[in-house]
């Protein structure tokens, strides 16, 4: 069974999962995604890392890019000026708002077995476009795209913001109906009672380290670091989730429902109801929204750099080493390596699952799955533990 998910030639998870009468016993993931795709990067220059980051993956290249550039110019010694930064910052919540509404509208729809609402999913690619070619007729013109994509997702995706506790409690009876891309999601999950699926993982959140300490932390750490990335042996989360835990809306669910699916559910709206907001507040400082360019170091440059961003999916590190104006390493620890670590997020989720049998409990995977995350395409496997 393959998630419906981007198509990356990377390479894709393989989950096991081994149930007994009770529920899972063990779960496995393993990823087949190359060891080291930024290798592709090594003896380029820091411009051509910049513009080739974002073709490694398939989503969220603008996080890619804006993570190469904040890591080779650290490398140069090059420090970001407050515009460059405010146009990175830009950059990034435009991706968040496009990438989290998109999930609303599509993954987590067909995830809890409902219809995908295509028809709005093309109207947000259509408003992410005018407003990401917005910058090229100025300022005005970038704040009347961006009031149209928030209205619209607003409308279609999240609704009133002070109705969602609400809709958490629901007695399921209008299931998978509603105005709003939530509140059907929030209607199909308790009328499958899975408003608590997933609950109990004991998940860590990803400590929020400053560019010194992952500095250090990189730089001893060996080349497989970046596929099982660990704090001291341990596994760590960083979604959404794990970033909006302590919102209001996300920590009364949390407290009724555990950190689930109705939990993470309501942290992926909260966080693309805080991406929209922060928008408009880049917009009223009047920042330069035009995409950020790289700077231009020194032809010779030598050293190393971190690059440090909140992607869509988690948090995202670019680690460059330049000698003489060329990349001798680079490694990218990218989120779906902290979510989906043999012992990480994912995983724990996964091994709270009841069972009954191989059809429901392959919908109730695919559910959490989609909840954490992966950045590529997954094999689902469920077999019982021998």
């Known amino acids: 069974m393959s998630a419906p998910h981007a198509v990356d030639p990377a390479g894709r998870l393989h989950i096991v999962l081994e149930h007994d009468a009770a529920g899972i016993v063990a779960v496995d993931i393993r990823s087949t995604r190359p060891a080291y795709a930024s290798r592709a990067l090594i003896g380029r220059t820091p411009a ?43 950059a990034l919540e435009l991706e968040r708002v496009r ?19 295509r028809d709005a999913a093309a109207q947000l690619f259509a408003l992410h476009r005018r407003m990401a070619d917005a910058g090229e007729d100025g300022l005005q013109a970038t704040r009347e795209a961006s009031r149209a994509l ?36 929030l209607r199909r999950l308790a009328a499958r009672g899975w408003q608590a699926l997933g609950a109990g993982t004991g998940s860590v959140p990803l400590e929020d380290f400053d560019q010194a300490e992952w500095r250090s932390r990189l730089a001893h750490a060996a080349a497989s670091y970046a596929l099982f990335p660990h704090i001291d042996g341990e596994a760590r989360e960083t979604t959404p989730y794990s970033r909006q835990r302590e919102a209001p809306a996300v920590a009364a669910a949390t407290r009724r429902w555990g950190d689930g699916l109705t939990a993470r559910l309501l942290a992926l709206a909260c966080e693309l109801d805080f991406s929209l907001a922060k928008l408009q507040d880049y917009l009223e400082w009047s920042v330069d929204v035009s995409p950020p360019q790289a700077a231009e170091g020194a032809p010779d440059a030598s050293g190393e750099g971190i690059g440090i961003v909140q992607a869509a999916r988690g948090q995202l590190i670019h680690r460059v080493s330049l000698s003489q104006g060329r990349i001798r390493d680079y490694r990218i620890v990218a989120p779906t390596e902290w979510n989906f670590h043999p012992r990480g997020a994912a995983a724990r989720a996964l091994s709270c699952l009841p069972f009954r049998d191989t059809e429901s409990c392959a919908a109730q995977a695919r559910a959490l799955i989609c909840a954490v995350d992966p950045c590529v395409e997954y094999e689902l496997d469920i077999r019982r533990h021998a």
Do not use: K, N, Y
Request: hydrophobic residues 50%; glycine residues 10%; aromatic residues 6%.
């Open 99 to 117: 990438e989290h509404a998109l999930r609303l509208l599509m993954d987590w729809p067909q995830a809890l077995g409902l219809e995908a609402w």
């Open 150 to 185: 928030e209205a619209f997702v607003r409308r279609r995706v999240l609704g009133d913001v002070a109705g969602w506790t609400a809709l958490t409690e629901t007695d399921g009876e209008a299931d998978g109906t509603g105005q709003t891309a939530l509140e059907r999601l």
């Open 48 to 90: 051509e890392a910049v513009r080739l980051a974002p073709l490694l993956f398939s989503l969220c290249g603008g996080a890619q890019r804006v993570a190469a550039l904040a890591a080779c110019a650290d490398a140069q010694g090059i420090e970001a000026t407050p515009a460059e930064r405010d146009a990175r910052g830009f």
